[in-house]
């Protein structure tokens, strides 16, 4: 089995060795940095989100890939994600576009509804027309991703006619959809003939194996091309397992709680946390030998043909993650490889 390996960041707002908190610019920096690791221990993908609240530095992700693309050579660039309900599809596609240029066509296009809602107040958008702002903008950027001339009508936006939008890209973009695990977003994904991603980011991998199914019936039945399955779950790699937890732990509890106060979940814990590292859980925390274990039982349970750690976790500093990405490429990603070769 031919396996991808990436890494996605949403430019979490972090700590300094000192525990002083970073500035967003600081943030944007390292990421940069981080991409620049990446691409040296020889990772195949780089995604970057799209956020529009106080924990995270990045609202635009292609000016931040962008700056990625000049600084890298093999590493492909995305985002994770970018929230397509509240943007605007030609737009979505110039943009990504100019980055597939920029970075000698290395670019993908990777959206979401979206699982916070900052952006529709804050670019003119009614939540209560959630859904079919989706709908629409999607079925809109796969025509427009075909990069030929766009006649199509809507009720959200304008419609065009005979639309040619530039620039043309080299030789074409991957298109992938995140979803987070309802079998209507699977079906969508399906249909519009566009990559699965999962968003696994709670409870184990196997609980997804009938959203992989789905997908795979509902493309033989809709007769769109099939693509490989790409996971993103959170993670973080060091020396040995307590090292990792320790490391990690803080970063986790501070971004749950902070986001928990606004959506009425209970506190975070330690016990909680422990939970999810575990065989049955989301986060891939801990040594080489357990997070390359893990990935591969994740990756035989799925069939996934990608996997992306997410690798900056809340205020986690900027030096642990460099580390962690050193040993995710150096050390996880030839284990992986290695256990899955004896699959064979």
Known sequence: MTVEFGLDTFGDITKDAAGGTLTAAETIRNVVAQAQ???????????????????????????????????TTRLRLGSAVTVLSSDDPVRVYERFATLDALSNGRAEVVVGRGSFTESFPLFGYDLRDYERLFEEKL???????????????????????????????????????????????????ARHGAGL?????????????????????????????????AVHSPGHIAATDEEAWD????????????????????????????????????LYVGSPERVAQKIADTVRVLGAGRFDLKYANGELGHEPMMR?????????????RALLAKDA
């Open 197 to 229: 991603m999962l968003a696994i980011i709670g409870g184990g991998a196997a609980r997804f194996r009938p959203l992989v199914e789905l997908y795979h019936r509902s493309v033989a039945g809709f007769g769109t091309t099939p693509h490989p399955i």
């Open 37 to 71: 690791k990446a691409d040296e221990v020889g990772l195949d993908y780089f995604g970057v989100g799209e956020h529009h609240r106080r924990e995270f530095a990045i609202s635009s992700p292609e000016m931040v890939l962008a700056a990625i693309a000049s600084t």
């Open 247 to 282: 490391t990690a732990y803080p970063g986790f509890e501070a971004m749950n709680n902070s986001i928990g106060r606004e959506r009425g979940w209970p506190q975070y814990s330690r016990a909680r946390f422990q939970n999810e590292v575990g065989p049955d859980g989301a």
């Open 139 to 189: 079925d809109l950027l796969v025509q427009i991703m075909k990069e030929k001339p766009v006649t199509w009508h809507g009720t959200m936006r304008a419609p065009l006619s005979d639309a040619d939008i530039f620039p043309k890209t080299e030789s074409g973009m991957p298109l992938w959809v995140g979803v987070g695990g309802s079998p209507e977003s699977v079906l969508r994904v």
């Open 324 to 336: 962690s990405i050193e040993l995710y490429g150096t050390e996880v990603v030839p284990r992986v």
